[in-house]
């Protein structure tokens, strides 16, 4: 079975504070991706990379960054986290279109509280 | 720009009855459609995907969606309600064919209730 591991399922963090969250998956895929989750808004993208070193913005990439060091491993850091960036984080990872299977596989979810 | 869109935030289905969740789309290119359901406190689990070839999908646990390309839909649906369906439903779509974009965009979510 596919497996995406995020390090944390619940974070409390200050204001002001460096937060790094981490996802590992093991199934060789080349694209992973970073959503917040907030009722009503669905799961927005914030940012994703289809291969090492790689990364492009999602839809509100603002107050992030990402890290993609090696294919299994892919860690979204929040520079100086607030509180509007109190939400559900999940994880997700894919083959690149050319190798089919295109469906993505989500982690359990790191929810953050920044107080 | 490709988007996602689940027209109802909450349906309500007698159990036993059959159900239907809307999803509409849009794309530049052709669609790859899927479904996800998140239950309480997990991450979201893949349900169904329409890629090519029959409009009609079927899926985990008895769901399947139909996919229309006129009306730019692909609505997920199940003959008979369980009550263990009660979830939250989120549609996705990627632009296949348009090789370098690998983004998936979701839709806001559909909560589903079903009625013992």
């Known amino acids: 079975d596919v497996k995406v591991t995020q390090s944390s399922r619940y974070l409390v963090k200050r204001t002001g504070e460096k937060v790094f969250l981490e996802c590992v998956q093991d199934?060789?895929?080349?694209?992973m991706f970073w959503y917040r989750q907030d009722p009503g808004l669905g799961l927005r993208l914030i940012y994703f990379?289809?291969?090492?070193?790689?990364?492009e913005k999602g839809d509100i990439p603002e107050g992030y960054s990402v890290s993609r060091e090696k294919k299994e491993r892919f860690s979204l850091i929040l520079e100086s986290a607030s509180t509007n960036q109190t939400s559900m984080y999940l994880c997700?990872?894919?083959?690149?279109?050319?190798?089919?299977?295109?469906?993505?596989?989500f982690g359990q979810g790191t929810r953050l509280t920044v107080v | 720009a490709q988007s996602v869109a689940q027209p109802e935030d909450q349906v309500n289905v007698a159990e036993g009855n059959p159900l239907t969740v809307k999803c509409t789309y849009s794309v530049s290119g052709n669609p790859y459609l899927f479904w996800y359901v998140q239950y309480p406190n997990r991450g979201l689990q893949f349900l169904l995907k329409y890629i090519t070839g029959d409009n009609l999908v079927k899926g985990s646990y008895g769901f399947e969606a139909e996919f229309n390309k006129s009306q730019t839909s692909f609505h997920l649906k199940k003959p008979s309600a369980l009550v263990s369906d009660s979830a939250l439903y989120f549609c996705?779509?990627?632009?296949?064919?348009?090789?370098?974009?690998?983004?998936?965009?979701f839709g806001t979510g559909t909560r589903l209730t079903i009625i013992p």
């Open positions: 996705a779509v990627r632009d296949g064919g348009d090789f370098g974009n690998e983004k998936l965009t």
């Open positions: 997700a990872s894919s083959f690149i279109e050319y190798r089919g299977n295109t469906e993505a596989f």
């Open positions: 199934m060789d895929h080349e694209n």
């Open positions: 990379s289809y291969d090492v070193k790689m990364k």
